[in-house]
């Protein structure tokens, strides 16, 4: 089992990475339960804009894409920023949109983008306000790529209204709520991990587009 | 197998709603796999405003949460109004906030709101823009109160940019990205709640909880 | 010059409303400069569901359309539910719908809606995170509609991540960042309401509407 | 009288944008009353990831920053990815961070940032859904940095729901919805411009924020 985190920070390596304070909390959890983890952040990477997976040269996101591939527990680590989840965190969405028109990303069988029968979550830090609508923003994106997502998927930390310190420095790593939600999402994500490796989504979407064909309008195919 | 449809539209019965009828393909589907499916529209009920389980008397909250606990899968469906989820589909969310402090809506030896084992999904209708937006607020909502989300757990139609006709006059029963994916909803849907039937989450919240607070400050209850 | 706030928070009179006592500072603050304030809350009256200016018989809410038509400034407070703008607070924007729709809202020889040349701002409170997402619902919805929007248009108060205390109880009442905001709030909407009634916007919609058709497809009326 | 479009499409020119297109519109309007137009693609030059406003060594946000500075409207053309505003236009918002932070963005003697007294406007393409919740983004966003927002300050055109043709392709330029709108825009937006030029904000925040202090807790200072 293997869970891959990908950090939305604007900062890249070695910078102090407040969501990657985060993170490790989760990765020591999943490594006490034997799941093996990568941490890595697109700012470290030439991800370049785009949403196909693969932007031509310089373009690193297909190393990343592989190891998406390669995972079975993903969880996402972003920033707010001035309210939002971080233009990585956007980036990161617009990159994968690639699943809903690249054939080479979805099962010729089945129909199935290859992210099926994988676990989303999601990890936000901010100074302040803004983690409900980053971690809607990703879970719900997760959801439209393939994901599957277990109950309390997400855990954050933010200080309250306006400019102030981030969760290191104002002692977020001590804060109960975020403790608690992190215990949660990396069980549930791995109890829902090991469930679908067992048991996965049986759906033959090609045949249900072929039924949906049935009371459509002919003339549009998308 | 119960399947519960919450339609948030804002007309009553015997209103015509859009969105019930886009909920009544996913009715047909289910009812085809002998799942049992009740619709209800929350605005034939009194649904008082408030975030706790039992806004008193009259309140009609108490007779809608005891179905939600019945079934095993639960299907919001709403409209769009202004580019944002219906009045009545954030009231659900307020409503439900519940499970996030009632003692009586959590298991008490393993800390798991009663919607845990249970799986979610959206159904949405607008004239035009903003579907994106209001699945992802329910979607969202629904992992955070205990709901497991299968991969494309939502359907929607929406007409392109400005006013014109809706849902059922603009032709959208016969809008085939529609139809596709309201099939993935049901498939999905299906398979996750037959899974978790089987192999419920043994997270046990009380001692993830435990464990949070040894590494969190004391003072802080949360 | 007259102040108008809509209190959108889910409990009536007169039980305690933290959004209303941060209005009261906007109130004291708009008083100082001889603005006429009156506050109401949305749940004191009967607003049924609807996107009508009048949703038939016992519905309230054309008493208190009949107060933003005699204000020069509309102020929203409204309270978080989950991340979220308050479903009364959505609720102000469905009932609003009816100046893209009613003619009678609408100045027949210029074609702007009857808010045109009123200012707008927003004042929010929640125990934890959602200030900004409620925010930025209200302030685009209120630029829809017609009214203009002045620079920090809005202040907030939240608690960090996770439950906690409420605005009065945490001691929100003198939080700087609060107390700054609510200042550019009152400041810059009077001077934008006094510059605008001195000179309103000339634009005619009706003739920009004609304008428009000359480079539109004539089938289509929206 | 100037008037700065950036464009947040996530393709450099010389590819085709439909988002340009949209903007063109504008342009051919503004210049019709005179102000003198620039067009920019913000992947057109090298903007690091960042929230100040300069992040170092070939860093060409400075270049922009310094356009918008010069100009008195400012328009944010963005495409909708996934439902959402596009990185670019994220990134954007997140660049101007810096007026919240950065003594040399903000007038010393009335503590206004350098973006008070300019106006602000959106113009959003996209193939399918997510045109609401990208001008809410953008348009909170200007409010809080600064700029005024007259009323229907955006244009939109998305097609309907799921994969389709863009706004080129599908006609959109020929929509009437949106080429009534992007009137407006221009027409609300050079009379608020003009306004302000002759009747800026007198607000001195400066004196408003210790007059904040004297309500607030003296050891908090943001």
């Avoid at 031509?56 to 939002?84: F, M, N, S, T, Y």
């Avoid at 971080?86 to 980036?91: D, I, L, N």
């Avoid at 992190?182 to 048991?199: G, I, K």
Wanted: net charge negative; aromatic share 8%; hydrophobic share 35%.
């Amino acid at each position: 089992m293997k869970a891959l985190f990908l950090n939305c920070t604007l900062k890249p390596s070695p910078q102090p990475s407040n969501t990657d304070a985060l993170i490790r909390k989760a990765v020591r959890l999943f490594e006490q339960e034997q799941v093996a983890c990568e941490v890595l952040r697109l700012a470290d990477y030439n991800i370049k804009p785009g949403t196909s997976s693969d932007e031509g040269e310089g373009d690193e996101w297909p190393r990343v894409l592989a190891k998406i591939k390669a995972c079975q527990i993903l969880i996402i680590g972003a920033p707010v920023w001035v309210g939002h989840l971080s233009s990585w965190g956007q980036r990161y969405i617009e990159r994968m949109d690639s699943v809903f028109h690249e054939e080479g990303l979805v099962d010729k069988a089945t129909g199935q983008a290859f992210t099926y029968n994988k676990v989303g979550g999601v990890l936000i830090t901010g100074n302040e306000d803004g983690a409900h609508a980053s971690v809607e923003q990703l879970v719900w994106a997760m959801q439209e790529q393939g994901f599957s997502i277990p109950p309390n998927a997400n855990s954050y930390w933010v200080g309250e209204a306006g400019p102030g310190p981030s969760y290191q420095e104002a002692g977020g790593e001590r804060h109960l709520y975020t403790n608690k939600n992190v215990r949660y999402l990396v069980y549930n994500c791995l109890h829902l991990a090991r469930v679908l490796a067992q048991h996965p989504y049986p759906t033959n979407l090609n045949q249900l587009n072929e039924d949906a064909k049935q009371e459509s309008d002919p003339e549009k195919e998308s």
